[in-house]
């Protein structure tokens, strides 16, 4: 089926012919940009009958044969997280129709750029190529950063973009120490030659390219360019980062890890350890910021030790806790940023104690805030709980002590999320302030993803089902078999 | 053996430029440094010895491949050097305006957003 | 599509969300009655008590939690330098590198 690499093809054409139409005028571009992701998103919908009936389906670019030339291989984990990062980015890309009032040409060509890259990493089968799509995603969310050009932004933009620079140089010193002792750079013939050696020029590569993708995620000694470039950026391009690009390298240790590389005891060790630190550093961190996105930036670096403590446990439950995890956080994170678009839009503010008195409240904040707010703290009825839960039952298996962390680390959020929604609703409040009517706009895709939220935590089995499906994705004899025909 | 060390002394060159130098400009460079030191690592692994280079003459594959040098890693550098080269740009049009704004361009004397 | 259950209950899926969101936002347009009625006043025990009075002072609150756990001191370890940041990331390179390289 032609429907291969479509997406990606769609949203390329979409990011060049923006500045084509905006010669013309601009009143289309947020067309142009919703026409090129709802087909991009139809597209990949497509593709999930076909790969849940075969399994895995793979294409080889330009019909050269599987280790000579590049595959492209969907399985169910590529194909529902491909579903799930389009989504959000629609929503951002609606919220941002009236939040960005100049430079739009720049802005939307920026954020359709970062999707090409996100989808590219997630659906390719070749480590080079997954460098060069990293590279794609990690420059444009350097510039888009940089896009108010404040003060804070600057400072923000330069320190993201030197440390991901060094991440993506070392994961090419990683790819080059492979490709001297291996030769090949497909990652199913790596997955075959690996198995017999034990070079520890391979060992080697293999921390070099897991330290790359763990400053990409911001897991805690590599976190320090995320709090900065989560504040600095405009809102809706948060709830990008937040939602898509920080999950991206999540995914990349996953595929690195447990199909490419075996899973050796000392990587896993290593992951739990560094989510265990992440988790609560992150937690403890968030509870003393004055401003809302930062302590929401916090929030993610812990909610990405949660997800890294539960897939270096190893196990189908862990495994499927943590990946459920990841969609889950990119919908509640991208909710939560979102609302907090919606504040500073009309309070011009980040402050928390400076706030009061300078909104409008409006039921679908308030509504949207708190269900985000439980969610993310894991109450039962919203989608957090399963993902959450399914993290408690596999650490318990594994080790209590596990348990008690992830449960201290939760019992943080409450106390951070509490805090965040009394200083900004309830503390000193001045109802009905006159400010400017908000548009629907903005408030149609917080609607959307409470609605989203709210679903996935009534019927449970449907995204536990989902996740067994994308845990069995990372198979590694059923990878090779399937890639290298 | 010779072009090893020299990338490996230009990465490890680069890398303590990137760390410990104070004006941002100078990190800048030592990143360009790193980055070039992987480049000729990744070419010097596809060297062949007395060989020639990846170019068809006449359509004789088998006798091309037994004596010309790997095209593969050149391919990759050539990409890398492209990316860097938009990297740096996209750096150096940032410190612009940031040095319009703080009126310096020290790492230790930026810095508002702490905590 | 070929009628695969798991895709069709995505679109419908999509769809309830959107409509349980619509009912949302339509319940919550009604006008809100008079707040300074008699139901509405904080019960205080018979005393005269004012909304301000009850806040909760917002940064004392979790005070001692923030000195057992010593918050302050990770905070204060985050300068805003980038030079500190980058030496972070070349320890914890160095230590991944140092087990791997030692196990493998």
Redesign the interface.
Known sequence: MIFGFLPIAVMLATTFLIPLVSLKTEKYIIHTTLAGLFLSLLLSISMIPDVLSKGRVVYQMEGWKAPFGISIVFDPLSVFLSVAFIFIVLLAVVFSHKYIKYKKTEYYSLVCLVLVGTLGVINTGDIFNMFVYLEILSVSSYALTAFFKKKESLEAAIKYLIIGSLATSLVLLGIAFIYGVLGTLNMADIAVKVSGTANPVIGTALALIITGMFIKSGLVPFHAWLPDAYQASPSPVTSIFSGVTTNVGMYAVLRLVFTVFNPVSVLLWMLMIVGAISMLGGALLALVQNSLKRLLAYSSISQMGFVAVSVGLGTQTGLSGGVLHIINHSIIKGLLFLCAGFIVYQAKTDNMHEISGKFKFNPVIGYSFIIGALSLVGVPLFNGFVSKWLIYVATFQVSPVLTVLALVSSALTLAYMLRAFYLVFLCNAKPGAKQKKIPLSMQLPLIVLVGIIILLGVFPGFSIDISNLMVQSLNKQQYIGAVLT | MIPYIAAMALVIIGFYALLLKDNILKKITGLALFSNGIHLFLLSLGYRAGGVPPIMQDLNFTRLASLAVDPLPQALVLTSIVINLSVTALAVSIIIPLYRKFKTLSVRKIPEMRG | ????P??N???V??L???????V??W???KKTGERESEKNKIYACGEDMKP?EL??P?ET??RN??KI?K??K???W????????????????AV??F???I??
């Open positions: 599509m070929t009628g695969y798991l895709a209950a995505a679109y899926f999509f309830l969300a959107l409509g349980i969101g619509f949302f936002y319940k919550g347009k301000e806040n909760i917002s609150f979790y939690l923030i756990l918050i302050e990770l905070r204060e985050h300068t805003g330098v980038l030079s500190d940041y980058l030496l972070w990331i070349f320890l914890g390179m991944l590198v087990v791997l390289v196990t493998w």
